[in-house]
């Protein structure tokens, strides 16, 4: 199952940053995991948020550049060697990973991946297969 | 396609019947010219004592140019043809470039201006019972004022905002149904990107159609208008020392301004060696005044580059068309050694769909080298959350200007709204290399 990322083009200009999570702050969407990709004088913040629909809404209406990207959670053993196993059934299998980063929090006593793929159908289909847990919209409501 | 004519008599005169008026008004003209100081003393010097030594339309080259500075000079009675008691109007230049210039208008001046601008906006298809939004600036900026004074002779329902005030802009055109604006291309972009913040979409208007001008744009940036908007838009031109707009203007066929020719002798001269140029030549554009009392001016230098376009305009108008303005002969800027115009930049720039509604240019010294720095604004609904198509779009800016004006440009991408807004004439140049 997908979940939908709230991707935001900043200018690496003070208090963008700042802006943005104020203004979603005050609109009551919570945010649960971020990361930040940077270029010399731009960046991309990649958010997964409760409403992102309603998110990227709120954004547009104050000109922020945003937009909705299809990702993949996947719950990983907060082990030693955990994402290593994770990454291996990729590799295997010829999925090619954009980028990752990690969620704050967890619900079970497993970490939570975000991924992005190429072809997220492709991978879903085999992280189904190799019975890795895909984390659901729900359970990001939940946390 | 109906073509409607505001005087067809005028506007589709024939060569040698149009020839035979311009001379007779030329020669008026010189009479006129010759009550001021400044003509008098350089007229006599070229040898014209009177407008009887003016005999054919080609005597027209005895005829010094007029500069701009001369009109700086002139300020602020040199040129003055008529006694102040006939003057009904006074427009300056701002003078931010130095010396203010001065045009006076008599009663009869005003009332031909406006006659030209009527017969610019039934030209373009326009006419009673269509909504008019004059985004131009009002006052001493003749953007304004000459469409107003057009439009309500024609009888359009006039809404004269003026220039600015966004969020209002976007509320009356809603509000009252506006069918045609007047504006800055930069200016209707900006409109354009802050119709979402204002709570309304492109569906929400009914705009048909939008006279652009006041400031150098491409070919391109009148496209991108037009297929924002989903209007039609017609290139306008004129300048202060002429009236201001009503000059030059598209017909509903686009493709290229009709000079009104009883109104303004057209020369395109080499800049620098001063020879008249043929058609499809690109020169300096040159300007007589045919008809006007209390300015006359005389070959004035516009300081403008662009060409006239060869052969007849299926509408029927016998006045010929001039292109687009390329550029000013004083906008040049030399970039390491290279000769580059801005209006280059922004035909590369406004191609690319990627690209927003804004744009900035911008040099500075880098060492002893100079450093060109183009900013654009990235357009929104492009944006598909990918730092590396981020990446991309940078470089391929990069590319395309490189291949365009052989300099090596540094390309920055900015967050709609974020470079500074104009509302009247847009300033894309920003070149810090002589402070330093």
Redesign the interface.
Same mark, same amino acid.
């Given at each position: 199952m997908k979940l939908t990322?709230v991707?935001v083009? +900043? @200018?690496n !200009?003070k208090g963008r940053l700042f802006e943005v999570c104020s203004l979603l702050g005050k609109n009551k969407i919570n945010i649960r995991a971020l990361s930040v990709? #940077?270029?010399e #004088?731009?960046?991309?913040l990649?958010l997964v948020v409760n409403k992102p629909q309603e998110a990227v809404r709120i954004l !547009? !209406?104050?000109?922020?550049?945003?937009? +909705?990207?299809d990702i993949v959670a996947v719950e990983v053993e907060d082990k030693p060697g955990g994402l290593a196993s994770i990454l291996k059934i990729f590799d295997k299998s010829n999925i090619n990973v @954009?980028y990752m980063y990690g969620f704050v929090e967890k619900f079970s006593d497993k970490a939570i991946l975000v991924f992005r793929f190429d072809d997220p159908d492709k991978a879903i289909g085999i992280l189904t297969r190799n019975k890795v847990n895909i984390v659901g919209k729900k359970d990001v409501l939940s946390l | 396609m109906v073509i409607n004519y505001w005087d067809k008599e005028h506007e589709t005169l024939d060569k040698q019947a149009l020839k035979k008026l311009q001379l007779r008004r030329l020669k008026d003209t010189v009479e006129a010219a010759l009550k001021t100081p400044f003509y008098k003393s350089r007229l006599c010097k070229a040898g014209i004592k009177s407008c009887d030594d003016i005999t054919c339309i080609e005597d027209l080259k005895k005829i010094p140019f007029t500069t701009k500075d001369d009109l700086r000079e002139c300020y602020p009675q040199g040129l003055l043809a008529v006694g102040l008691e006939g003057v009904v109007r006074i427009h300056t230049s701002s003078g931010t470039t130095g010396t203010p210039t001065v045009i006076y208008h008599t009663r009869e001046d005003i009332n031909r201006w406006t006659d030209l601008v009527a017969r610019c906006i039934i030209a373009t298809g326009v006419n009673q019972g269509d909504i008019f939004q004059n985004m131009m600036s009002y006052g001493m900026f003749t953007g304004g004022l000459g469409l107003h004074y057009g439009a309500e002779r024609v009888g359009l329902t006039v809404i004269p905002i003026g220039s600015g005030n966004t969020k209002r802009q976007i509320q009356l055109m809603h509000d009252f149904k506006t069918t045609l604006v007047h504006a800055t291309p930069s200016y209707l972009l900006h409109i354009y990107s802050k119709l979402e913040e204002s709570g309304f979409s492109i569906k929400d208007l009914v705009l048909k159609k939008a006279y652009l001008g006041a400031e150098p744009y491409s070919e391109n940036t009148r496209k991108k208008i037009e297929e924002l908007f989903a209007i039609d838009a017609y290139n306008s031109y004129g300048l202060s020392e002429m009236n201001g707009p009503g000059v030059a203007f598209e017909c509903l066929y686009k493709c290229g301004m009709h000079v009104w020719e009883d109104a303004y002798l057209l020369e395109v001269i080499d800049p620098k060696t001063a020879v008249e140029l043929g058609a499809d030549k690109e020169g300096e554009i040159v300007f007589t005044t045919l008809t006007r009392e209390a300015t006359p001016l005389l070959r004035y230098r516009t300081r403008d580059l662009a060409f006239i376009y060869k052969g007849e305009c299926k509408c029927q108008r016998s006045h010929r068309r001039l292109s687009r303005i390329t550029g000013r002969t004083d906008d040049m800027l030399i970039v390491n050694g290279v000769n580059l115009y801005p209006s280059q930049i922004e035909e590369v720039i406004m191609r690319i769909p990627e690209v927003g509604t804004n744009y900035q240019i911008y040099l500075e010294k880098e060492g002893s080298l100079d450093k060109l720095v183009v900013k654009v604004e990235i357009y929104s609904k492009m944006f598909k959350g990918d730092l590396a198509e981020l990446d991309n779009l940078r470089d391929r800016i990069k590319d395309e200007l490189r291949a365009a004006v052989i300099i090596n440009p540094v390309v920055e991408l900015h967050e709609p709204g974020n470079l500074p807004v104009f509302e009247g004439k847009a300033k894309r140049v920003l070149d810090m290399r002589q402070k330093l």
């Amino acid at each position: 199952m997908k979940l939908t990322q709230v991707s935001v083009f +900043l @200018e690496n !200009k003070k208090g963008r940053l700042f802006e943005v999570c104020s203004l979603l702050g005050k609109n009551k969407i919570n945010i649960r995991a971020l990361s930040v990709a #940077e270029s010399e #004088e731009f960046g991309v913040l990649r958010l997964v948020v409760n409403k992102p629909q309603e998110a990227v809404r709120i954004l !547009k !209406k104050r000109s922020f550049v945003a937009s +909705l990207t299809d990702i993949v959670a996947v719950e990983v053993e907060d082990k030693p060697g955990g994402l290593a196993s994770i990454l291996k059934i990729f590799d295997k299998s010829n999925i090619n990973v @954009e980028y990752m980063y990690g969620f704050v929090e967890k619900f079970s006593d497993k970490a939570i991946l975000v991924f992005r793929f190429d072809d997220p159908d492709k991978a879903i289909g085999i992280l189904t297969r190799n019975k890795v847990n895909i984390v659901g919209k729900k359970d990001v409501l939940s946390l | 396609m109906v073509i409607n004519y505001w005087d067809k008599e005028h506007e589709t005169l024939d060569k040698q019947a149009l020839k035979k008026l311009q001379l007779r008004r030329l020669k008026d003209t010189v009479e006129a010219a010759l009550k001021t100081p400044f003509y008098k003393s350089r007229l006599c010097k070229a040898g014209i004592k009177s407008c009887d030594d003016i005999t054919c339309i080609e005597d027209l080259k005895k005829i010094p140019f007029t500069t701009k500075d001369d009109l700086r000079e002139c300020y602020p009675q040199g040129l003055l043809a008529v006694g102040l008691e006939g003057v009904v109007r006074i427009h300056t230049s701002s003078g931010t470039t130095g010396t203010p210039t001065v045009i006076y208008h008599t009663r009869e001046d005003i009332n031909r201006w406006t006659d030209l601008v009527a017969r610019c906006i039934i030209a373009t298809g326009v006419n009673q019972g269509d909504i008019f939004q004059n985004m131009m600036s009002y006052g001493m900026f003749t953007g304004g004022l000459g469409l107003h004074y057009g439009a309500e002779r024609v009888g359009l329902t006039v809404i004269p905002i003026g220039s600015g005030n966004t969020k209002r802009q976007i509320q009356l055109m809603h509000d009252f149904k506006t069918t045609l604006v007047h504006a800055t291309p930069s200016y209707l972009l900006h409109i354009y990107s802050k119709l979402e913040e204002s709570g309304f979409s492109i569906k929400d208007l009914v705009l048909k159609k939008a006279y652009l001008g006041a400031e150098p744009y491409s070919e391109n940036t009148r496209k991108k208008i037009e297929e924002l908007f989903a209007i039609d838009a017609y290139n306008s031109y004129g300048l202060s020392e002429m009236n201001g707009p009503g000059v030059a203007f598209e017909c509903l066929y686009k493709c290229g301004m009709h000079v009104w020719e009883d109104a303004y002798l057209l020369e395109v001269i080499d800049p620098k060696t001063a020879v008249e140029l043929g058609a499809d030549k690109e020169g300096e554009i040159v300007f007589t005044t045919l008809t006007r009392e209390a300015t006359p001016l005389l070959r004035y230098r516009t300081r403008d580059l662009a060409f006239i376009y060869k052969g007849e305009c299926k509408c029927q108008r016998s006045h010929r068309r001039l292109s687009r303005i390329t550029g000013r002969t004083d906008d040049m800027l030399i970039v390491n050694g290279v000769n580059l115009y801005p209006s280059q930049i922004e035909e590369v720039i406004m191609r690319i769909p990627e690209v927003g509604t804004n744009y900035q240019i911008y040099l500075e010294k880098e060492g002893s080298l100079d450093k060109l720095v183009v900013k654009v604004e990235i357009y929104s609904k492009m944006f598909k959350g990918d730092l590396a198509e981020l990446d991309n779009l940078r470089d391929r800016i990069k590319d395309e200007l490189r291949a365009a004006v052989i300099i090596n440009p540094v390309v920055e991408l900015h967050e709609p709204g974020n470079l500074p807004v104009f509302e009247g004439k847009a300033k894309r140049v920003l070149d810090m290399r002589q402070k330093l």
